[in-house]
């Protein structure tokens, strides 16, 4: 039996040897031909070569340019191009931004949009050039004050943004569910960020405020009364604020933690603000949710601005230009 499958396969292997020297006998001819024409024709051959792939590569940076520049298209094949084709989106001081990252990022956001059943922005790619403008600012002002972003920075933000989704690998599936992005990835783009806190941190006023907030304007007289008279100012927030999260407190915002102009404070407030200096009180500050008094516990000097109005007034150092709108 054994004898018989052996014979079987040596009939086999002689079938494909001659199968083989067949094909070649055939090929052979037209190999030898093909070579002496392309001896005989090498520099024409190599120069219409030459031509044929500089005007393929130029015919794809056309559609790229138009897919980037007119129709801000960022599909797999998009992203594939920009690999090829670095072409530039905008520039912002001596740091020149380019169509990988703003694409990259238009998928990160539509991938997060569609996962959480948003709308994507009209003017997305310009909402994102905007903040790729603003991180080169930030880093490059960044890097004129000695302010340097380390791995330690870089490892305690990404500790802090997965403590409330897990572990690693839990935090790793749900940034590639909801963004599409890897942690590696993620790290990178909180680089600027955390340099920019940075900045804010150090060189930026900041506060520690108590608040009142009373709707009825009548009590809210008695309780501006009091305080000008001497009362506990926390005392009173305990008693009489409306503000939830800060009566049990004493009217401290924020659980006491900095608060900085771009906080999110109510606008009313926030103009108030600036006018108080450490243990100033407020009058009192009419909103649409009432009436508010405030006290500055704390102040530091530094920078009495927004961040988004920082940003602005570097432009004047760092131009900006922008080829995508």
Not at 103 to 126: D, H, I, R, Y
Not at 159 to 184: F, K
Not at 226 to 246: C, M, P, R, V
Not at 303 to 313: L, N, Q, S
């Amino acid at each position: 039996m054994f004898k018989r499958i052996l014979d079987f396969i040596r009939k086999i292997e002689k079938f494909f040897l001659r199968l083989i020297l067949v094909v070649s006998a055939w090929i052979t001819p037209i190999f030898r031909k093909v070579a002496s024409f392309c001896s005989a024709n090498k520099k024409a051959i190599l120069k219409n070569s030459l031509i044929s792939i500089v005007a393929l590569y130029v015919i794809g940076g056309v559609a790229f340019g138009i897919r980037l520049y007119a129709q801000q298209k960022s599909e797999p094949i998009d992203l594939l191009a920009s690999d090829i084709y670095p072409f530039p989106v905008a520039s912002a001081g001596r740091s020149i931004l380019f169509s990988k990252e703003l694409l990259n990022k238009m998928v990160w956001a539509k991938t997060f949009a569609l996962k959480t059943q948003n709308e994507v922005s009209t003017n997305l790619a310009g909402k994102i050039i905007d903040d790729m403008v603003s991180d080169a600012i930030g880093m490059q002002q960044a890097d004129r004050l000695g302010m340097r972003v380390y791995q330690k920075d870089i490892d305690d933000r990404f500790d802090y943004v997965i403590s409330g989704i897990g572990t690693q690998d839990q935090a790793s599936q749900y940034v590639q569910e909801y963004y599409g992005m890897t942690l590696d990835q993620l790290k990178k783009q909180a680089i600027p960020k955390i340099a920019l806190e940075k900045i804010k941190d150090e060189k930026f006023v900041k506060y520690k405020i108590r608040h009142i907030l009373i709707t009825d304007s009548k009590k809210a007289e008695e309780v501006a009364k009091k305080i000008s008279d001497g009362q506990n100012f926390a005392d009173l927030a305990k008693e009489y604020s409306e503000d939830t999260t800060s009566k049990d407190s004493g009217g401290l915002l924020a659980d006491g933690e900095y608060i900085y102009l771009d906080s999110g404070l109510i606008p009313e407030v926030q103009a108030a603000l600036v006018k108080l200096q450490t243990n100033e009180v407020s009058p009192i500050i009419k909103s649409s949710m009432g009436n508010h008094i405030i006290k500055v516990e704390e102040k530091s000097d530094g920078i009495m601005e927004t961040m988004d109005d920082w940003i602005a007034g570097l432009k004047k150092d760092f131009p900006v230009r922008v080829w995508i709108k």
